[in-house]
């Protein structure tokens, strides 16, 4: 019954051939044997992962029971611990023995573990995506109220001609009534002229 309740935690969340547990990370088990620095190289090209490392006993309780209940390895199995650091020719493993953890010689080969964060872990919060909204109205926003700014400059320049080309206009029409109205004198006065030099050229 244990197993079947973590068979469904396992597939919750990861790529095929990975298990997780609570949705903390992604784990993958490799069987086949290596030293600690070799198993840190193949997890770091099979898509950039690392060896895999626990929280609480909780955790590593589960990742015993992957290894040697679930796909029955018989031998250590690679881990990280927290103060890792402090050792330099030994590395810690999982054992299936009432040890649960050892630190062994780094030259010895065995399983290991790779982990990587679950699709769970990597998607964006609520607070995230709000802000991340935020942002993008912001920057939505600000373009349009550039496109406005920008439009009430080109209305402003389009009006500045019309008026120019308005006032041009009246000018050229008051112009030329002016003109209409010379012309018109100037016939009128012509006009009297001729009429009193007739006059003038019948009394002679």
Not at 47 to 74: C, Q
Request: glycine share 2%; charged share 25%.
């Amino acid at each position: 019954m244990l197993k079947n309740q973590y068979y469904v935690i396992i597939a919750f969340g990861c790529e095929k051939g990975f298990f997780s547990f609570k949705s903390r990370q992604c784990v993958k088990l490799f069987e086949a044997k290596a030293t600690y620095k070799m198993a840190e190289m193949v997890c770091n090209n099979y898509g950039n992962l690392t060896i895999a490392s626990f929280e609480d006993n909780e955790e590593m309780e589960f990742y015993r029971l992957i290894a040697y209940n679930v796909l029955n390895i018989k031998n250590n199995v690679w881990m990280q611990v927290k103060d890792e650091g402090n050792y330099k020719a030994i590395c810690p493993c999982l054992t299936e023995s009432e040890e649960s953890v050892q630190f062994i010689e780094c030259d010895e080969k065995h399983s290991f573990f790779c982990k990587q964060r679950s699709k769970q872990e990597s998607r964006l919060s609520v607070a995230d995506v709000e802000k991340l909204i935020d942002k993008k109205f912001n920057k939505l926003q600000e373009t349009i109220e550039m496109q406005i700014s920008n439009l009430s400059t080109k209305f402003e320049k389009l009006n500045t001609t019309l008026h120019l080309s308005v006032s041009t206009a009246l000018t050229v029409s008051e112009n030329a009534d002016n003109s209409s109205d010379n012309s018109q004198i100037t016939s009128s006065v012509l006009q009297r002229f001729f009429y009193v030099s007739d006059k003038v050229d019948n009394c002679a």
